[in-house]
């Protein structure tokens, strides 16, 4: 794994404990494997979502946990998620949040057996404001200009 924040341990407790990452049909199937959804209570028409279901394996989440306020730090598009999941939601709904959207950018360069950079470049490709460490942060696009409506 070549994302920055996440190093050999993270790396290889990702490959080991998700096994392969073909069976998993989303993101939200593969959060729901590591337990970093939210638990729900439900009754008629009325939807009570509470705190994590933590079904899967600890180490994992605790993992991830940790490599997400790394790679928060080093990656710019993670660092802007974050700041503005703190703002809406506090520190440690924060926190779980970015850990979930590094476990499913990890699991996408395991499933597509792909690196940080090609990771980047398809971002960059679907939405040209997206910008990935290491790499030149356009704004605007390629040329840095706004676009004309």
């Known amino acids: 794994m070549t994302h920055p924040g996440v190093g050999p341990v993270t790396a ?8 392969d990452p ?22 008629g028409e009325r939807q009570r979502l509470g705190g994590l279901t933590k079904q899967g394996n600890p180490l994992l989440r605790f993992l ?25 939601k506090g520190l440690g709904k924060a926190r779980m949040a970015v850990a979930r959207k590094l ?4 699991w996408i ?10 990771f980047c470049r398809r971002g960059q490709k679907q939405y040209s404001g997206a910008a990935c460490a290491g790499m030149p942060e356009t704004r605007f696009g390629t040329n840095g200009h706004r676009p004309v409506d």
Do not use: C, N
């Not at 998993?24 to 939210?38: C, E, H, Q, R, T």
């Not at 476990?103 to 990890?106: D, E, P, V, Y």
């Not at 360069?109 to 090609?118: A, P, S, T, V």
């Open 22 to 43: 073909r069976r998993f049909v989303d993101g939200k199937a593969l959060a729901s494997y590591v337990g970093m959804i939210p638990r729900e209570y439900s009754s």
């Open 64 to 88: 991830w946990g940790e490599a997400g306020a790394h790679a928060a730090r080093r990656d710019p598009e993670l660092q802007r998620f974050y700041h503005r999941k703190l703002v809406q």
């Open 103 to 106: 476990g499913i950018r990890l």
């Open 109 to 118: 360069m395991l499933r597509d057996q792909i690196d940080y950079q090609e």
């Open 12 to 19: 290889l407790a990702t490959e080991v404990f998700l096994g």
